[in-house]
């Protein structure tokens, strides 16, 4: 099965821009500013028009209430439409002027990111980076969590110790991880699955490997609902897991042809 409707292995790559939509030069100053800050939550309120492309936000593969009562539909939005929002036009202006970079997947661009410019390497860690992790977080939610079957049960049963065990492990990972960032389960080419916790916007991506499935521990992700308990978020959130969206990325990474 191929999961298609979110732009599974072509996430970023935006098409042709229309023509009337060109950045401005008010605009460009404002993205300037926004580059200088690094960070998308800081300019939420003031994001403008973002240059067009090379990436574009993938949109949610579902209602924002498809999640509710477990991630409610204000925080679906907001995350969504403002915080994604605001990694895409970050990395996009970001990559102005940088043709063979703005090329690339944004899977491939973060695999290199020693080799960018040092002008825009940290802009392009942290959207680049969140924007990877979050078109990958919408892919595997919306579905009604349970227990996968199959090869990735089997996986984890294998590498993980069992789904309880593997849960366990990844909620007080989540939990652990001070301040903001990520916890993933990652897979490999032979599909040996692992986990993993990075801050900030960092992913295992950029050092050349493949998430299976990760849930963001920033509090924009459930503040609104669970405002500090971000223990209650983590056990919450494997009630919307997409089973079948997991089992459609592990057979993609063990076919080489995951992107983000
Ligand atoms: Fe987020």
């Given at each position: 099965m191929?999961?298609?409707?979110?732009?599974?292995?072509?996430v970023g790559?935006?098409?042709?821009?229309?023509?009337?939509v060109?950045?401005?030069r008010?605009?460009?100053?404002g993205?300037?500013?926004?580059?200088?800050?690094s960070?998308?939550?800081r300019?939420?309120?003031?994001?403008?028009?973002?240059?067009?492309?090379?990436?574009?936000?993938?949109?949610?593969?579902y209602?924002?209430?498809?999640?509710?009562?477990?991630?409610?539909?204000q925080?679906?939005?907001?995350?969504?439409d403002?915080?994604?929002?605001?990694?895409?036009?970050?990395?996009?202006a970001?990559?102005?002027?940088?043709?063979?970079?703005?090329?690339?997947?944004?899977?491939?661009?973060?695999?290199?990111?020693?080799e960018?410019?040092e002008?825009?390497?940290?802009?392009?860690?942290?959207?680049?980076?969140?924007?990877a992790?979050?078109?990958?977080?919408?892919?595997?939610?919306?579905?009604k969590?349970?227990?996968?079957t199959?090869?990735?049960?089997?996986a984890?049963d294998?590498?993980l110790?069992?789904?309880d065990?593997?849960?366990?492990?990844?909620?007080?990972?989540g939990?652990?991880?001070?301040?903001?960032?990520?916890?993933?389960?990652?897979?490999?080419r032979?599909?040996k699955?692992?986990?993993?916790?990075?801050?900030?916007?960092?992913?295992?991506?950029?050092e050349?490997?493949?998430?299976?499935?990760?849930?963001?521990?920033?509090?924009?992700?459930y503040?609104?609902?669970?405002q500090?308990?971000?223990?209650?978020?983590?056990?919450?959130?494997?009630?919307?897991?997409?089973w079948?969206?997991?089992?459609?990325?592990?057979?993609?990474?063990?076919a080489?042809t995951?992107g983000?």
């Amino acid at each position: 099965m191929e999961v298609t409707s979110v732009g599974l292995t072509n996430v970023g790559v935006a098409g042709a821009r229309p023509a009337s939509v060109g950045p401005t030069r008010r605009n460009m100053l404002g993205f300037a500013a926004l580059l200088a800050a690094s960070g998308a939550s800081r300019a939420l309120a003031q994001v403008p028009v973002p240059p067009a492309g090379p990436h574009s936000l993938p949109p949610l593969p579902y209602a924002p209430d498809a999640n509710e009562p477990h991630v409610d539909a204000q925080t679906m939005t907001l995350h969504h439409d403002r915080h994604h929002a605001a990694y895409v036009a970050n990395l996009n202006a970001a990559l102005k002027d940088q043709g063979t970079l703005a090329a690339l997947p944004v899977q491939d661009l973060l695999a290199r990111l020693p080799e960018t410019p040092e002008a825009i390497r940290a802009a392009l860690r942290n959207n680049a980076g969140g924007h990877a992790n979050h078109a990958m977080f919408w892919q595997v939610m919306g579905g009604k969590g349970g227990n996968p079957t199959g090869a990735v049960l089997a996986a984890v049963d294998r590498d993980l110790g069992g789904m309880d065990a593997m849960r366990a492990a990844f909620s007080r990972m989540g939990l652990m991880q001070f301040g903001s960032g990520w916890v993933f389960v990652t897979v490999d080419r032979g599909g040996k699955l692992a986990l993993a916790a990075r801050p900030n916007q960092d992913t295992p991506l950029m050092e050349g490997g493949r998430v299976l499935l990760g849930n963001d521990v920033w509090e924009h992700a459930y503040y609104l609902k669970y405002q500090n308990r971000r223990a209650d978020y983590l056990a919450a959130w494997w009630n919307v897991v997409n089973w079948d969206v997991v089992a459609a990325r592990y057979e993609q990474a063990r076919a080489g042809t995951l992107g983000v």
